[in-house]
Every structure is written in structure tokens, then in C-alpha cells.
């Protein structure tokens, strides 16, 4: 069919098709020879070489972003930092400040990264007089337990960018351990206690015992392990004992010594009510006779004065 009656309609196809294939159009609109019928196969043709230059052009795209990004990096001082619970640290990123002249231009962000996941960290404070230098300081205050992990410092500069990924490891010394002797009544045996606070989990053994322990373990509030340590033995005069905590992430040994145990007897037999009754009585009758000497004394020194004052009245007539 001619296009006379429906040339309007082909020109407006063939522009499209102008747009998408440039001078590869011309094959199918050709002049004087304007085929409505060819159209749908050069529209077909279009979409094809769509399809395969697209990932093309993407790809294209993605490497020029990548060799700009690769002219702007982020470094770091180090890798892993090591805190003391309770104590500050501040995490460092460095980039060169010479590309990012403007302040307005740079953009940096501390991100938690866990299960997968990232989201800004709420514990770090950005440090903004830094950036100047060319350092993305975060600072985190008072470091707790929950602030241990791994973290990606991202850094922005107009269209560039580049992060780094920092790990905070926490520590709490097991260094303050209570220790405690407890007799066993009846048994012959006492019972040594270790308790001490710190984190991450410690192992616990005794030096100078071939009998098993006991040991446990709980948290506290703060995030901590309190672990705790009891043994049973039977006291050896002049032997010491030392319990020892071993916080093999930290690479970290803390002990403390219980003992000599010579000081430790076995208990003594409760003693008898009569034991008690007989030394009470005893005191009671040197009390009672000390008063009773006492009065018999002033009562001597008294009683003539008293005589004395009433003869008078008591040795005249009726």
C-alpha cells in the first residue's frame, strides 16, 4: 500500500526511527519508496540494538564514574582500635584535602555495619574542625560495650568518593577479683570463690589444684560478664592457691592468690548450753555477793551515826 493516503503517519515513524538509528533509518525509508508495511520491522530492528548497546552504555558510564572515584581515596591510620570500657576513642579517616578545596563540597559519614546492614552510627561525633586537614575524625565518648563492631567511614567530595572500614574492639581488664573462704561445716572441706567483672568472656582456671571447678557466668546491665569460679578441697596447711582469668580475645591473663589455708581448722563442735549456764551462774554470785559485801559495809559505817542522832528521844521516860 502507498504511502499517499497515509504518508503523515510514515513520516512520523520515520522520524522516530531517525532518532533511535540515525542514518541506519534510511534502509527502511527509503526515498520514494515509503512502506508503512516496513515500518514495524525497522521499529523491531530499533529496540534490538536498544538492548545490546544499553549495557554497553551503562558499563561505559559506570568505568568513567570508577576512574573519577579512583583519583579521589580515603585512608586510615590503622585498621582496628582497641578500647578500655569507659574510656574515649576517636576513629581517623584521612583524604587529600587538596581536591576538596570547598568545605561545602565535603561530606563524611560513620556507618555501623552489622547483619549486613549499615546505618549511622548515633554514638560518633564528627569532629568538623579536622576537616580542613583533610581528616574525618569521629569521636566516641565513654565506650561501651554495645559500641564494639565494624564500621565504614565514607567520604564524599563534590561527584567522588571513597570509605574505608574501621573494627572497635572493647576491652574490660578481669584485673579487680573478690575472692572468698568459706568453710564447709561438716565436711572437712572449705570453698574458695573467684568473682570478677570484664568483657569479652574469660576462662577461668586454678593453679596448684587437680580438682574440677565450678564456673559460671552472667551479664550485667552494662553489657558485661561477671564470672564466677568456686571450688571445693581440703585445706593443705601453708599451700596457696591462685585462680587466674585468661581473656583470650584481649590476649589478656589477670590472677589473684587465696591462701596459706594452714589458717583454716576444721570447725569446732557446738558447745552445750551448760557451758554457757555454769560461767553465767559463777558471775552472777560474785556479783550478788560483791553488793552484798558493799552494803554490809555502809550500812556499818551508818548505823552508830544513826544511833547516835536518836538516843534522846528513844531513852527518855514515858
Given at each position: 500500500m502507498s504511502l499517499a493516503s497515509r504518508e503523515p503517519e510514515a513520516k512520523g515513524y520515520c522520524e522516530m526511527l531517525f532518532l533511535c538509528l540515525g542514518s541506519c533509518a534510511k534502509s527502511c525509508c527509503e526515498d520514494g519508496g515509503w512502506y508503512i508495511e516496513n515500518v514495524p520491522s525497522c521499529l523491531h530492528l530499533c529496540r534490538s540494538i536498544q538492548a545490546m548497546f544499553l549495557p554497553l552504555l551503562m558499563l561505559s558510564l559506570g568505568l568513567q564514574l570508577h576512574h573519577i572515584a579512583a583519583l579521589f581515596t580515603v585512608t586510615v591510620p590503622k585498621e582496628v582500635y582497641t578500647a578500655e570500657f569507659g574510656s574515649n576513642v576517636s576513629l581517623e579517616c584521612d583524604f587529600d584535602h587538596r581536591e576538596c578545596t570547598e568545605l561545602e563540597e565535603i561530606r563524611v559519614s560513620l556507618q555501623k555495619v552489622e547483619n549486613d546492614t549499615s546505618s549511622p552510627s548515633e554514638r560518633a561525633t564528627l569532629l568538623e574542625e579536622a576537616l580542613p586537614l583533610g581528616?574525618?575524625?569521629?569521636?566516641?565518648?565513654?565506650?561501651?560495650?554495645?559500641?564494639?563492631?565494624?564500621?565504614?567511614?565514607?567520604?564524599?567530595?563534590?561527584?567522588?568518593?571513597?570509605?574505608?572500614?574501621?573494627?572497635?574492639?572493647?576491652?574490660?581488664?578481669?584485673?579487680?577479683?573478690?575472692?572468698?573462704?568459706?568453710?564447709?561445716?561438716?565436711?572437712?572441706?572449705?570453698?574458695?570463690?573467684?568473682?570478677?567483672?570484664?568483657?569479652?568472656?574469660?576462662?577461668?582456671?586454678?593453679?596448684?589444684?587437680?580438682?574440677?571447678?565450678?564456673?559460671?557466668?552472667?551479664?550485667?546491665?552494662?553489657?558485661?560478664?561477671?564470672?564466677?569460679?568456686?571450688?571445693?578441697?581440703?585445706?593443705?596447711?601453708?599451700?596457696?592457691?591462685?585462680?587466674?582469668?585468661?581473656?583470650?580475645?584481649?590476649?589478656?591473663?589477670?590472677?589473684?592468690?587465696?591462701?596459706?589455708?594452714?589458717?583454716?581448722?576444721?570447725?569446732?563442735?557446738?558447745?552445750?548450753?551448760?557451758?554457757?549456764?555454769?560461767?553465767?551462774?559463777?558471775?552472777?554470785?560474785?556479783?550478788?555477793?560483791?553488793?552484798?559485801?558493799?552494803?554490809?559495809?555502809?550500812?556499818?559505817?551508818?548505823?552508830?551515826?544513826?544511833?547516835?542522832?536518836?538516843g534522846p528521844y528513844t531513852d527518855s521516860p514515858t
Open positions: 581528616k574525618a575524625l569521629f569521636h566516641i565518648s565513654s565506650v561501651q560495650v554495645r559500641d564494639a563492631g565494624q564500621y565504614r567511614c565514607l567520604v564524599i567530595c563534590g561527584a567522588a568518593w571513597d570509605y574505608k572500614y574501621l573494627t572497635v574492639k572493647v576491652k574490660a581488664s578481669y584485673k579487680n577479683i573478690d575472692t572468698r573462704i568459706l568453710e564447709v561445716p561438716g565436711t572437712g572441706e572449705v570453698q574458695l570463690t573467684c568473682q570478677a567483672r570484664g568483657y569479652p568472656l574469660a576462662e577461668v582456671s586454678w593453679l596448684n589444684v587437680s580438682v574440677p571447678a565450678n564456673t559460671s557466668h552472667i551479664r550485667t546491665p552494662e553489657g558485661l560478664y561477671q564470672v564466677t569460679s568456686v571450688l571445693h578441697l581440703k585445706p593443705q596447711p601453708g599451700t596457696n592457691v591462685s585462680c587466674m582469668f585468661w581473656n583470650a580475645h584481649m590476649k589478656e591473663l589477670t590472677s589473684a592468690i587465696i591462701g596459706p589455708l594452714g589458717w583454716t581448722e576444721p570447725k569446732v563442735p557446738g558447745t552445750s548450753p551448760l557451758h554457757v549456764f555454769i560461767p553465767s551462774c559463777i558471775v552472777a554470785l560474785i556479783f550478788t555477793a560483791a553488793v552484798i559485801a558493799l552494803r554490809k559495809k555502809l550500812c556499818g559505817k551508818l548505823c552508830p551515826r544513826n544511833r547516835s542522832l536518836l
